[in-house]
């Protein structure tokens, strides 16, 4: 029976008509994409090759979103200060038994000779799965660490860094231990689904026999494009976040954020240290909350992320205002305000994380939050000064439970013809 919906007039805000013979003039393709199983039928029957999900003949090129590329030969790695992607896989590899600092050597330089190829956009014809084929770089990143246990397992003891020591406890941790640290760190981060999975297949196969997968973690964000204008993303609480990450012109941002070149050991110069928390959130609970009890857990409104002290999203917090029964207008206990520099004797960290879900638990709870992602020049002026003091009293620990954790040591960017850690590997 012929699909009615194929007789209806075009809107005018329907894309322009397709040319494909599958389809024939006047049938949109979102009209053919909307009306997917029974126009599938539809062509099937009348013999045609064509199923009904065919692209249109005539080629869309690449949106902005799909040609942006990131440099890959540069100061400090990609993935760091670039703009979040709105897909990610964090990976952490062990290395084989048998496999030393040879195989790691030659392993970073597979890792970093795909990372400059995909990042670029360039496919090997011959031997690649096509998954991303019809794609753009999509600003693909990837971006290469080392945990605690690489040093030993490689006979470089003397150069594993003193802020790459474990982290200490805290009581918020219920952590895995198969899902945390690894010697081996990857992040890959995209604007496209099949752009990130292409690069994780991609890294998994160059690692061969050198090195085995130990726990990979999958997260989103935003996709360009989806608000109105250029906005900081929301996280599965709903709340506005990132505002207040500090910014590249800011004068002491490196000095925070990064390893200076002359900086110790020398093969971290330009370097950062980046801690890597799953951190669930209780969303059960945290819906339980009306807006005005969650807006005081954090100090700042759900709408647009201003401070409950007034103004918008960017206006400087005002920690002392009182309402008019003298109470703090920003709780005391509030995660704005507990995590600010100032109130941690200047300590500071670049955010940068993903949202994640992997499905619903046995008892109908999400397996939802956030793939905490800081980066610092040392977690010990960073990270772990504001997790104790989270610890200590954050409104928000109520509602959010650590189930892994991992500490990397990420060296400066790969100069052109070099590979990410040579100077550690071979120097
Ligand atoms: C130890 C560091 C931090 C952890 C762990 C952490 C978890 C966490 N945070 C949110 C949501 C928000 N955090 C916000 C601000 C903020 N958080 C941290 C640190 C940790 N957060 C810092 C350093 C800051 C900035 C402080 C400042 O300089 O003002 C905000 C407010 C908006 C913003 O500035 O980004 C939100 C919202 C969640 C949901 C979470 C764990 C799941
Ligand atoms: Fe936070």
Redesign the pocket.
């Known amino acids: 029976m012929p699909d009615p919906s194929l007789s209806q007039t075009r809107t005018p805000e329907e894309e322009p008509r397709s040319e494909s013979p599958a389809s024939g003039p006047g049938i949109s393709r979102r009209r053919l994409l909307g009306t997917a199983g029974a126009t599938g039928l539809v062509l099937g029957a009348a013999g045609g090759a064509v199923g009904y999900a065919a692209a249109p003949s005539g080629a869309t090129p690449l949106t902005s979103v799909g040609a942006t590329k990131v440099p890959f030969h540069v100061k400090h790695q990609p993935g760091i200060t670039d703009p979040l992607q709105s897909c990610g896989h964090l990976l952490a590899f062990d290395l084989a038994p048998g496999a030393g600092r040879k195989e790691a050597a030659a392993l970073l330089r597979r890792w970093s000779d795909t990372a400059r190829r995909l990042m670029a956009g360039e496919f090997d014809a011959q031997g690649d799965s096509d998954v991303a084929r019809d794609a753009g770089p999509s600003s693909l990143t990837l971006t290469f660490g080392f945990g605690h246990s690489f040093f030993a397992r490689t006979g470089l003891e003397k150069q594993r860094p003193s802020s790459l020591d474990p982290l200490p406890a805290f009581s918020s941790d219920r952590l895995d231990r198969a899902r945390s640290e690894g010697d081996l760190w990857v992040q890959i981060g995209a604007d496209d689904a099949l752009v990130a999975f292409h690069a994780l297949r991609a890294v998994q196969k160059d690692a061969g026999a050198a090195a085995r997968v130990r726990w990979q973690m999958n997260g989103f964000n935003r996709s360009p494009g989806a608000t109105a204008r250029p906005m ?1 993303t929301r ?3 709903g ?8 910014k590249p012109d800011e004068p002491d941002f490196d000095e925070r954020i990064f390893v200076p070149e002359q900086g110790e050991p020398a093969w971290m110069a330009n370097g950062s240290y980046v ?1 890597v ?1 799953r ?3 209780l969303l059960d609970d945290w819906e339980k909350l009306s807006h005005t009890e969650q807006e005081g857990v ?3 409104r759900k709408k647009d ?1 201003a401070p409950l002290s007034g103004g918008d999203e960017t206006t400087e ?1 005002d920690l002392e205002k009182t309402d008019a029964r003298g109470n703090l207008v920003v709780p005391i206990n509030a ?3 507990i ?4 109130q ?1 004797g200047g ?3 670049l ?1 940068r ?1 993903f949202s994640y879900h992997d499905g619903i638990d046995a008892d109908g709870t999400p397996d939802a ?2 793939l ?1 992602i ?1 980066w610092q020049a040392d977690p010990l002026r960073g ?2 000064p ?2 104790r ?2 610890d200590r009293g954050d409104a ?1 620990t109520p ?2 439970r ?1 189930e892994a954790s991992g500490l990397f040591a990420v060296p400066g960017g790969a100069a052109a013809g070099e590979y990410v850690g040579q100077a550690l590997l071979e120097g």
């Open positions: 900081t996280n599965l609480m709340q506005v976040d990132g505002t207040r990450n500090p801690v928390r951190i669930r959130m954090i100090g700042r992320g917090m995660h704005a305000r995590t600010r520099p100032d941690n300590a500071a960290m955010r994380p939050g956030l905490f800081c990270f772990v504001v997790q003091k989270l928000l509602f959010v650590h």
